[in-house]
């Protein structure tokens, strides 16, 4: 009798769950709303799942490979520490998430982790969620000029852009180029995004010398960061942008030593656009994320580095901080300085981001269980 209640209750949840997905608006991507299968719940306790609370996370898109895992992760990890997890994606668009979010604070979420489209536009919901006392963790992209935000759960943004400068300076071996210059482009993500202050600064800052020295020139011009953003961090758009590049900087032999791409996305762009409309010595190529696709293209020489960030460790210390939350003792944090989201410094944790060649992926990828070399065939 008891298992039959506590199946019945955790049924009515999943249907409550769903009711509330059911109210977005209609995207390309359908939003999901993942909970837990009645037959799921732990035997015995009365909704045992239930107990723990339930914890809203909203996540950009699934066209990107990175999110799909950070997701999937979040549920793992939230639901093994006794959580109930309302998943959902917004297909990259504003107004999907912001109505999302509504649905998760009306039902009853008690801890909202947001992975922002952008930073600056989810307006008023996070005020709701303020009003209603819902703490909100900022995961991976800062939220900004909003003060409901308690936390902020990440990568070290900065260290990502040092990382892909240094392997530049390291591979066209610039502390010792004498007169010699080098051709290099730029690309970066979506201009609502904050990451890409930190990660196309954080790269300038370690190339700017060169560039002071007239030893890295930019032939197209293109340097603002404005001026190399990519809406949405699309991958066809990249392509574009380089395609035109190539056509009106490179096309009469001049060759292209380096591209700065700040994560795999744009990367895939650029090796695209490489591979339909370049001819000269393959450039070094740097990306982010170590999506399948990039590892592919290292492998077979289309990509120079990626950036590791395992979305595991991202998704344990984001639980860890839900946990905390819920528990009422202290979130982990290990940053209280860099991330000003206008409305003060949010509290943070950074991972530990690393450089990944085809040199040591194997070990960052496969042996930790990451992927599979099965994944990294074909
Ligand atoms: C993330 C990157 C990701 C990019 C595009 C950024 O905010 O930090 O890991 O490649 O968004 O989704």
Redesign the pocket.
Known sequence: MKKALALLMALAMVLGLCACGSGAPASTEAPVTEAPAATEAPAGTEAAAAEGGLVGVAM??KD?Q??NQDGANMKEQLEAAGYTVDLQYAANDIPTQVSQIENMIANGCQVLVI?SIDGEALGTVLDQAKEAGIPVIAY??LIMGSDAISYYA??D?WD?GMKQGEYIVEALDLENAGDKTYNIEYIT??PG????NF?FDGALSVLQPYIDAGTLVCPSGQTEKQTVATA??ATDAAQARFENILASYYSDGTQLDAVLA?????ALGVANALASSYTGNYPVLTG??C?IASVKNMVNGLQSMS?F?DTRDLAAKTVEMVDALMKGTEPPVNDTETYDNGTGVIPSYLCEPKACTIDNYQELLIDSGYYTEADLQG
């Open positions: 950009p898109t990107l990175r999110w992975a991976d992209r990440t990568f943004n990502v993500g979506d995004d904050n990451n890409i990660f949405n961090w700040s994560n795999d996305s744009t982010q994320d999506d950036v960030k």
